[in-house]
């Protein structure tokens, strides 16, 4: 079945430093992706999406590219904040954010000042 | 806007006791929510998919006796854990997807403790 494995966490580093979370996934299909982030205390919020190979979502700084030859998609940002401390989740739909979505474990990031 | 609201946001309860969850959609019609479990440092698992008006779709493994979804308006959504024992105790989250909005969107989540 299908399934999305990343890097565990908790990842800490200092503020205006570059970001990397690696995910990998196992599909059946052609899924689409996504990164899904958790803020203290609220629900998850869509960050970015990529639905076909090659694709590249960003928002708020943040990219990932949906790379099908290395069933991959890491989600970068080259200078974190304080206030991007938070628990982030890679995930992938059969279908799109419309669907069932399959997770990864999820990463917590600390920004420290 | 697209804003799901859950509640309670934690709860206590004694082993063989019932309790609800509610899920809600504040600003928009959800024809779809699910339900996902979560245990520590692991990933949200799918519970199950509940479209308004029917019956719940659940995912293998999961009972659905003991796990009572009903999805009565296009605004809620309620999970019942029936008999709660302490392998229950997990954080339960809902989501919703409805036809004027475009995505799926997340609750905060509900901590559940079974003593």
């Known amino acids: 079945g299908d399934s999305v494995t990343q890097m565990e966490g908790p990842v800490t580093l200092s503020e205006e430093a570059f970001l990397t979370i690696n995910c990998t996934y196992t599909a059946t299909g052609y899924p689409s992706l996504f990164w899904y982030v958790q803020y203290p205390g609220e629900g998850l919020q869509l960050l970015l999406k990529a639905t076909k190979a090659d694709d590249k979502g960003s928002n708020k700084g943040f990219e990932a590219t949906y790379r099908k030859e290395t069933t991959s998609f890491h989600l970068e940002k080259g200078s974190v904040q304080v206030s991007d401390s938070a628990v982030y989740f890679c995930a992938l739909s059969e279908t799109d954010s419309w669907g069932k979505l399959q997770f990864g474990a999820g990463t917590q990031v600390v920004v420290t000042p | 806007g697209a804003v799901v609201s859950q509640h309670p946001s934690w709860v206590i309860c004694k082993s063989g006791t019932s309790v609800k969850i509610e899920c809600r959609s504040l600003?928009?019609?959800?024809?779809?929510m699910f339900w996902y479990r979560q245990f520590p440092k692991q990933s949200l698992m799918l519970m199950a998919t509940?479209?308004?008006?029917?019956?719940?779709?659940?995912e293998q493994g999961v009972e659905k006796d003991k796990f009572l979804i009903n999805h009565a308006s296009l605004t809620l959504s309620t999970l019942t854990v029936t008999s709660a024992h302490p392998e229950d105790s997990s954080f339960y989250i809902c989501s919703a997807r409805g036809t004027s909005v475009g995505g799926q969107f997340f609750g905060p989540g509900t901590r559940l403790t079974v003593l």
């Open positions: 600003d928009f019609q959800a024809t779809t």
């Open positions: 509940s479209n308004e008006g029917s019956k719940a779709t659940y």
